[in-house]
């Protein structure tokens, strides 16, 4: 039997520390409870929203009028030779200590990413080495429940996903629940997956802003841009190279257009990395969207590049 809870304030849910109450929210650790929790929200006509690890949204003031589902860790993952099989509710964090465990490298690049494999697995989460390509480039299969009509269990291959710069199918459609995913890996040593493990870790301290509580990660994702002057300031600038010729990071554009440190009300552009937005302990959602607006507006007028939000709204 579900426990389901009304009125809880999800702020806590999310690394954002921001957002009004669900009306209805419950906790699930297998696909039958998703099912008995989709079956209460039709039965009682309320929109239903997934949550993971929350590391990727920003809810609304006024919080979510439906019920939230949120995944969390059963401890659901087995090993198949060199592919790990998981829960989409399992953290991030232990499916890629669970592969170290288990001598199977690939990982370990997107070690130190918050959330949960589904959460990851739907926006194709990525870091340093795979951070284009993404967890997708790992991915045999998932299987989905599809909740459009009558929810029905698919199998997805990796085709099927059409997994690209933080996008999947599972993106493009919110009515799509990531229930498993199979990760093919490959045999690495124990020790060598620990210390590639051990060198993100440090490279992540250096470059992004502390600790996983009071933002959302990346705010944007990185933009295409078709000024090629910019994209060779950039690399002159930063000794990097642009990835496929012109897609730059998005911290160094809002870097670029004077917006470190940038504060509005409770919120703050961050002073280490330009695309994190900071909760400065007291912001509101209504802070993030004014602050976005004004980020957005300022870099387009500057660069003429439009950028996208990477995170995801939930309640506006
Ligand atoms: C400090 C920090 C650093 C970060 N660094 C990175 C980074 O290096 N690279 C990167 O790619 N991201 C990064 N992120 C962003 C975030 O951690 C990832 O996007 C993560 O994969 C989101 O997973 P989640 O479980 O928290 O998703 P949530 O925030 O809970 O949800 C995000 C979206 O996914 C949907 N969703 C969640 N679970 C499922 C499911 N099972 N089925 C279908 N839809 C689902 C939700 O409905 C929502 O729309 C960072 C975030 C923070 C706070």
């Known amino acids: 039997m579900l426990d389901i809870k009304q009125d809880i304030i999800l702020a806590p849910y999310t690394t954002f520390r921001i957002g009004g109450p669900a009306k209805f929210f419950v906790e699930v ?9 989709l079956k209460y929200a039709e039965d ?3 929109r239903f929203f997934v949550l993971g ?10 919080g979510f009028d439906g019920l939230v589902i949120r995944l969390i860790s059963s ?11 998981s829960w989409a509710g399992e953290s991030l964090s232990s499916v890629v200590n669970f592969a170290r465990d288990n001598g199977l490298g690939g990982l ?9 494999l589904g959460g990851a697995v739907r926006g194709n989460a990525g870091a340093y080495d795979i951070n284009e390509i993404g967890i997708g480039s790992m991915v045999e299969s998932v299987r989905a429940l599809e909740t459009k009509s009558n929810p029905k269990i698919v199998e997805y291959t990796k085709a099927d996903c059409k997994f690209d710069y933080r996008m999947s199918v599972f993106k493009g ?8 995913v199979k990760l093919a890996l490959y045999k690495k040593d124990r020790e060598t997956v620990d210390a590639k493990m051990k060198e993100i870790t440090q490279k992540r301290i250096i470059e992004k802003p502390k600790g996983w509580v009071g933002s959302t990660g990346s705010f944007y994702k990185n933009p295409k841009v078709t000024d090629l002057k910019l994209v060779d300031i950039f690399e002159k600038d930063t000794g990097r190279k ?3 010729g012109n897609v730059i990071p998005a911290f160094w554009v809002i870097s670029e257009a ?3 440190g940038k504060e509005i009300g409770g919120v703050k552009v961050s002073e280490k990395n330009a695309n994190f937005i900071m909760n400065m302990g007291s912001a509101t959602a209504e802070d993030v969207v004014i602050m976005t607006s004004f980020i957005k507006q300022q870099v387009r007028g500057k660069f003429g590049i439009q950028l996208q939000e990477e995170i995801q709204y939930v309640g506006f």
Not at 29 to 37: N, P
């Open 29 to 37: 650790v297998s696909e039958d409870e998703i099912i008995e929790a």
């Open 44 to 46: 009682n006509n309320l």
């Open 53 to 62: 690890g929350g590391s990727n949204v920003i809810v609304s003031d006024n």
């Open 75 to 85: 401890n659901n993952y087995v090993t198949e030779n060199s592919s790990i099989v």
């Open 108 to 116: 370990e690049c997107i070690n130190g990413i918050p959330g949960t």
């Open 173 to 180: 459609n919110p009515e799509l629940i990531i229930i498993s």
């Open 242 to 244: 642009a990835v496929d």
């Open 258 to 260: 004077g917006l470190k």
